[in-house]
């Protein structure tokens, strides 16, 4: 194979997943891979012959958004605001409910999807316990919050990604400020 094609097999690729990622999060991860193929501007064979299953692209999308995750509890740990940190993650957890719904259920939920990324979630749970004792070493957490009950407020917000789009921004947000307040000193 010549590097001009390797080159536009890259490009072909890097297509797919893009019109992946926006296909997934506006209309789910049930839409059709023709649909994908069409919005990536490529053939549904050259899709097939980069991701042969959904699963694959749906993997392949969600390990970008996994690492970006990783990135942002990292920046969190090396916050050295407590509350900041802590609010922060919260906050962008929800945003992420808000703008990658279906992705978020995949990764979330049950299925061979959700269980390659294990590990990752493993490292982001302990972070979250991280940030919790930091808070709560620092005073700013009220007496007795401990990183289940955070977990617990970052559960109900998860569970609103289902509401229509027009309203579930507004809604997560408040249910994002609610948490926030709940848990804070």
């Known amino acids: 194979m010549s590097q001009i094609q390797r ?15 926006e296909a997934f999060a ?13 919005r990536a501007g490529v053939g549904v064979a050259t899709l097939y012959r980069h991701f042969p ?8 999308v969600l390990a970008e958004r996994v690492e970006d995750c990783g990135v942002r509890m990292r920046r969190a740990l090396d916050d050295p605001d407590p509350w900041r940190a802590l609010s922060g993650v919260v906050r962008e957890f929800a945003e992420r409910q808000i703008h990658d719904r279906a992705l978020n259920e995949a990764l979330l939920g049950p299925g061979e999807v959700s269980a390659a990324f294990q590990r990752e979630r493993g490292e982001h749970a302990q972070a979250l316990n991280v940030l919790v004792v930091r808070a709560r070493a620092a005073g700013v957490l009220r007496g007795g919050v401990d990183a289940d009950d955070v977990r617990a407020g970052l559960l109900a917000i998860a569970s609103l990604r289902r509401l229509p789009a027009a309203t579930s921004a507004q809604v997560i947000g408040r249910v994002a400020d609610l948490v926030l307040a709940g848990i804070r000193a």
């Open 26 to 38: 506006s209309a789910g991860l049930d839409v059709p891979m023709r649909e994908v193929a069409r």
């Open 7 to 21: 080159a536009d097999a890259r490009f072909n690729r890097d297509r797919v997943v893009a019109a992946a990622r």
């Open 53 to 60: 299953t959904r699963t694959e692209l749906v993997a392949t």
